[in-house]
C-alpha cells in the first residue's frame, strides 16, 4: 500500500462518495460546530426547504462573535446594546431548541469561543473531519483533525446532509526544526511561518506541521499554529497527535473512558503519516531562530521580529499598508505608540496566554494612556484563571478582565478600537479596520502584548523579564 | 436527479471595474460591523465600506466605485489572492449584492472562491498578462464564456480560466448543489451504518 499522510488517512476515512473528474466527493463530517453569526441564513434555508438537521447530534453550538463580553448584558442584567446582535443571539437560541441541537448559551459555564470550547470539552478528536462558518476552524488540526472553515450555504449542506462537496486539497508539510528560545512563543513562530509563507503562499493546501519544534509544544501552543494556517491561504493545519495529544484529552468530558478510551488510543496512534508518505512541498523553518514577532503592515504576512525593522522598499502594496499604519519603510518597530492592548482572541485566550501575560503585568502597572482588554477564551479558561488569582493580577494593573467571547479580535460586539489607534493585540488578523473602522493592528503573542501595555511602546518582552 | 434548480449561467457580458489591488480581504469587501444580520439581503451598500465612505459616511473620491462612470459595471478586476480572510459569505452577497458577476483576479482564496460559486458570482482567474492588460483598461465590456472557460474583450484574446468542473456543470444547468447532495442520501445513510456511527 501507497505510504499516506496524516490527511489523506482522515480523508479516506471520510469520503462517502470518492471524487471523480466530474464530482467532487462527498466527505462527511464528524463534528459540525455552529455560533450565532453564519448560521442563521442557512437555518432559514432548511425551514424554506421543509428540511430536518440530519445529526442533531454532531452538531454543538455557542455564542461567541457578536456576543457582548461585558457582563452585565452578557448575564441579562441590562440588554444586549446592540438589537441585531441581540437578534442573532436569539435567533441561534431559537434554531438550537427547534432542531435539538445542543448550545451552550448565554448563562452557560462552558460557553465561550467556538475553536476554544471543542478541544476543551474533549468533542475535538484525532482522526475527526470538523467544520465550522468560521475560517479559523483549521484550530482544531493540532489534535490531528481535518478541520477548516465553511460558508454560510456550506453550513445548510452539512446541517441537511452532515456531508459536504469537496475537493481534495493539496498537502504542504512545514517542518520545524530545533526548539524556541525561552521567552519566545508559539505566536512568535506562527507569525514567522506565515510571514515566510505570505497570505496566499497555503492556497489550495493543507498544511501538515511536523518537525522536532512542533512535537516539543503543549497543546494549547499547537492550537495556536494551526490556528493562524489560513492566513497564510490554508484552509486548514494539521499536527499528528502523540502522547501530549493523548494526555490533553484523556477525562475531558466528550472524550471516551475506560475500555472505549483504550481503544480510541489504539486507532488515534495509528492516525500519524506513513514514513515515505509523500507531500505536494515542504518548508522547512528553526524554530531556535525565531525572535519574538510583530506585524507591521496590513496582513499578517507583514511581519518582522520586536527588535527588527519594517523593510526598506516594498511594492504598491506595501506602501499603501505602511500608509495606513502611518509607519515609514526601513522604521525600527520598537518604541512605537500603542494606545490598546487586547488579549484574547481563538489565537490566544487559553490558560497559558494569560498566565505569560500575567508573567509581564504582575506588579506592574498599565502606561499613562493606554488600555488593555483581557478575554478569555471560554468561561471555563475565566474561572481556572480567576483561581489563580490572574484575574487581580490583570485588574491591579489596570486592565479590563471581561467575559469569553471574540470582543477585539472581529470588533462586531461592542468591543473595538477607535480610528487612528495603535491596538497590539494577541488576535489573528491585521486588516485595516479589522478591529474598528480606522483602527490600526500590531499582531503580537501574549507576552509582547503585555510588555506594549506596560511601556506604552512596542517592547521586547524579554526586556521586562524578571 | 431531484434537485431544485436555480438559474444557469451561460454568458456573461458586462463593463469592468478595476479595483487594482492584491490580497483584498472579506474585512475590506464586508466589515464586520455589517454581518450583524439574520438576512442574506441588503449587503450592497456596505460593499467595501471604509474604501468607498469615509468616516462621515461621505463617498471618497478616487475609490472606483465612486465614479459615476464605473455605476452599472458588472465586473470586478481586482489583483492577486481576493477574498482573503474570513469565511464570511456576507463578501460574496454583497458583491452580489451590489451588482457584480463576476470578479476577475490573478487568484482566489480557496473559502471565496467556493462561497462565490455557491452564489451565482463567477470566480474568474485569469493569466498574468490578461490581468494586466484588464487592469490597463477599466470600463472595457468583456465577455466571460463559462461554456468555453474564456473571458474575452475587443483588443484582448480570448484568455482561458479554471473552472471546476461540477461547479461548471452545475452553473450551466442551474443544477442546485444541495438537492444534489441530498439525492446522495442512500450513500450517506450506509457510510453511516458502515462506521457505527
Known amino acids: 500500500m501507497t505510504p499516506r499522510t496524516l490527511f489523506e488517512k482522515i480523508w479516506q476515512a471520510h469520503e462517502v462518495v470518492a471524487e471523480t473528474a466530474e464530482t467532487p466527493a462527498v466527505l462527511y463530517v464528524d463534528l459540525h460546530l455552529v455560533h450565532e453569526v453564519t448560521t442563521p441564513q442557512a437555518f432559514a434555508e432548511l425551514e424554506s426547504r421543509g428540511l430536518p ?30 438589537a441585531s446582535a441581540a437578534a442573532q443571539v436569539a435567533a441561534l437560541e431559537r434554531n438550537a431548541r427547534a432542531h435539538g441541537i445542543e448550545l451552550l448559551g448565554l448563562g452557560d459555564g462552558r460557553r465561550g469561543i467556538v475553536h476554544v470550547i ?24 493540532a489534535f490531528g483533525t481535518l478541520a477548516f472553515g465553511i460558508g454560510t450555504t456550506e453550513v445548510g449542506h452539512v446541517l441537511a446532509t452532515q456531508c459536504l462537496l469537496q475537493r481534495k486539497p493539496r498537502c504542504l508539510a512545514v517542518t520545524i526544526g530545533g526548539r524556541l528560545q525561552a521567552g519566545v512563543g508559539s505566536k512568535d513562530l506562527v507569525l514567522a511561518i506565515v510571514g515566510r509563507l505570505g497570505v496566499g503562499g497555503g492556497t489550495g493546501h493543507v498544511i501538515e506541521y511536523r518537525g522536532e519544534g512542533i512535537r516539543a509544544l503543549s497543546m494549547e501552543e499547537r492550537m495556536t499554529v494551526c490556528n493562524m494556517s489560513i492566513e497564510a491561504g490554508a484552509r486548514a493545519g494539521m499536527i499528528a497527535p502523540d502522547a501530549t495529544t493523548f494526555a490533553y484529552l484523556q477525562g475531558r468530558p466528550g472524550a471516551p473512558a475506560g475500555e472505549d478510551w483504550e481503544h480510541a488510543v489504539e486507532r488515534w496512534q495509528a492516525l500519524p503519516g506513513d514514513a515515505g508518505a509523500a507531500f505536494d512541498g515542504e518548508v522547512s523553518l528553526d ?56 488579549i484574547g ?25 493606554v488600555r488593555m482588554l483581557v478575554v478569555p477564551g471560554s468561561q471555563q479558561v475565566k474561572r481556572a484563571a480567576e483561581a489563580e488569582g490572574l484575574d487581580r493580577v490583570f485588574l491591579a494593573a489596570g486592565a479590563e478582565w471581561r467575559e469569553s467571547g471574540c470582543s477585539m479580535c472581529i470588533g462586531m460586539n461592542g468591543d473595538v478600537a477607535a480610528s487612528g489607534q495603535y491596538v497590539v493585540s494577541t488576535s489573528n488578523r491585521n486588516f485595516e479596520g479589522r478591529q474598528g473602522a480606522g483602527s490600526r493592528t500590531l499582531l503580537a503573542g501574549p507576552a509582547t502584548a503585555a510588555a506594549a501595555a506596560v511601556t506604552g511602546r512596542v517592547t521586547d518582552p524579554r526586556e521586562l523579564a524578571a | 436527479m431531484d434537485v431544485t434548480a436555480t438559474t444557469p449561467i451561460r454568458t456573461i457580458r458586462a463593463r469592468t471595474v478595476v479595483l487594482a489591488a492584491d490580497d483584498v480581504d472579506t474585512d475590506q469587501i464586508i466589515p464586520a460591523r455589517f454581518l450583524t444580520t439574520t438576512r442574506r439581503d441588503g449587503f450592497g451598500d456596505a460593499l467595501f465600506a471604509d474604501w468607498r465612505f469615509d468616516g462621515e459616511g461621505q463617498p471618497r473620491p478616487g475609490f472606483a466605485l465612486n465614479d459615476p462612470q464605473t455605476r452599472g459595471a458588472g465586473v470586478l478586476v481586482a489583483g492577486r489572492n481576493f477574498g482573503c480572510g474570513s469565511s464570511r459569505e456576507h463578501a460574496a452577497w454583497a458583491l452580489r449584492d451590489y451588482g457584480f458577476r463576476a470578479v476577475v483576479a490573478g487568484s482566489f482564496a480557496d473559502i471565496f472562491r467556493n462561497n462565490a460559486l455557491k452564489n ?29 472557460t474564456t473571458l474575452a474583450a475587443p483588443g484582448l484574446a480570448p484568455a482561458p480560466f479554471p473552472v471546476e468542473p461540477f461547479a461548471r ?15 446522495r442520501s442512500g450513500a450517506i445513510d450506509a457510510y453511516e451504518r458502515s462506521r457505527g456511527a
Open chain 2, 169 to 183: 456543470y452545475r452553473l450551466l444547468n442551474g443544477i442546485d448543489e444541495l438537492g444534489y447532495l441530498l439525492s
Open chain 1, 345 to 369: 482572541s481563538c489565537t490566544n485566550s487559553r490558560l497559558s496566554d494569560l498566565q505569560a501575560a500575567a508573567a509581564v503585568l504582575r506588579g506592574r502597572k498599565l502606561a499613562r494612556g
Open chain 2, 120 to 148: 451565482g458570482l463567477l470566480p474568474v482567474a485569469v493569466p498574468g498578462d490578461a490581468l494586466a492588460w484588464l487592469t490597463a483598461h477599466p470600463g472595457v465590456e468583456v465577455t466571460i464564456d463559462l461554456e468555453a
Open chain 1, 287 to 342: 524554530a531556535a531562530a525565531v525572535e519574538p514577532m510583530i506585524s507591521y503592515g496590513t496582513n499578517p504576512g507583514m511581519v518582522t521580529a520586536v527588535g527588527g525593522s519594517i523593510p526598506e522598499a516594498g511594492d504598491a502594496a506595501f506602501m499603501k499598508a505602511l500608509r495606513y499604519m502611518g509607519f515609514e519603510p526601513g522604521e525600527r518597530l520598537a518604541g512605537k505608540r500603542v494606545d490598546l492592548v487586547f
Open chain 1, 53 to 82: 438537521v440530519r445529526r442533531p447530534d454532531r452538531t454543538l453550538g455557542t455564542l461567541d462573535h457578536s456576543t457582548p463580553t461585558d457582563a452585565a448584558e452578557l448575564l441579562g442584567r441590562i440588554p444586549i446594546r446592540d
Open chain 1, 118 to 141: 471543542g478541544p476543551e470539552l474533549g468533542r475535538t478528536q484525532p482522526g475527526m473531519t470538523i467544520v465550522c462558518g468560521d475560517s479559523h476552524t483549521s484550530t482544531h488540526g
